[in-house]
């Protein structure tokens, strides 16, 4: 099972540069970000987690230059988001910054894509809360097209592209790899079956009944079964608990790193390391 990493970067904590460095030296997968513009101080949005929402949400680095940075001092680390808030972007902007991202650190981007939980947040980028999920799908459709090896266009209900010349264009063709974060449910696993190469679940929990509903959606949507993938998110590990996803066909794991300082983070990251190989 390969090992990756996740952490709230920001202007606070342990660099990009020094964390990849790090990462990789160790053995470590791959290093994933998650996104907030920013965060609404007039909020009645609880915090996902429940209590105070950690300072942190409002402090993270953008995760594209971050991992620009990441990508330009390793040759094997894998890059992600986690997640990408695809309906508060600009499309056709956003397709250039992912091929371009995929294309330059040699095809080691994976697209966690998301839909949000801060309604405020969303508002301020002019999405509307009830369908931001069918607006990301429409989204994802468009930057597809703009990936194809030809001109092609999109026309969606939310959003639409003419054919165009777009590159540079992700390292492998087509999408690159992707990954839908949320909780189980059927509106989320169509959108997997959809347009996307598998599941991040956060946490990982209630694994064992929601991925044969997962499986029985892809198949149904005429996906190859043993393409799937389930990457548990933001995990804090145990032996038992790593070989519990290992049971269930997973293949990758992402450990939750604490949003600190050098010394702190890499504390951490030895005691991780006890899990690799």
Same mark, same amino acid.
Request: glycine share 20%; proline share 10%.
């Given at each position: 099972m390969r090992i990756s990493t996740t952490i709230f970067l920001t202007d606070e904590t342990i660099t990009?540069? *020094? #964390?990849a460095r790090e990462l990789e030296e160790r053995g470590f997968a +791959? #290093? &994933?970000l998650p996104e907030h513009t920013h965060i609404p101080v007039e909020r009645t949005t609880p915090a996902p987690m429940g209590g105070e929402l950690p300072h942190e949400y409002g402090r993270t680095l953008d995760p594209f230059v971050a991992l620009g940075q990441a990508a330009a001092v390793t040759t094997t680390l894998g890059l992600g988001t986690g997640v990408t808030l695809v309906a508060q972007h600009d499309p056709i902007a956003l397709a250039k910054q992912i091929a371009t991202l995929d294309h330059l650190s040699g095809g080691r981007f994976t697209l966690g894509v998301g839909f949000g939980w801060n309604r405020e947040e969303a508002a301020d980028h002019g999405v509307e809360w009830r369908t931001r999920r069918e607006l990301g799908r429409d989204r994802m459709h468009l930057m597809r097209a703009l990936w194809a090896d030809h001109p092609? $266009? &999109?026309e969606g209900e939310r959003a639409s592209v003419r054919a165009s010349y777009a590159h540079p264009k992700p390292h492998s063709g087509g999408a690159p790899r992707t990954l839908v974060g949320g909780g189980a +449910?059927?509106?989320l696993f169509a959108h997997i $079956?959809?347009? $996307?190469d598998g599941w991040l679940p956060i946490g +990982? *929990? +209630?694994l064992s009944e929601s991925v044969p509903v997962l499986r029985e959606t892809w198949e149904k949507a005429g996906r190859d079964p043993e393409t799937l993938q389930i990457v548990p998110y933001a995990v804090l590990p145990s032996a038992g608990k790593l070989e519990y996803y290992a049971e269930l066909g997973c293949e990758e794991v992402v450990l939750q790193l604490p949003p600190e300082g050098e010394g702190k983070v890499l504390k951490v990251l030895d005691a991780y390391a006890a899990y690799l190989g």
């Open positions: 990009p540069v *020094r #964390l +791959g #290093l &994933y092609t $266009a &999109y +449910g059927p509106k $079956a959809d347009y $996307a +990982g *929990r +209630g």
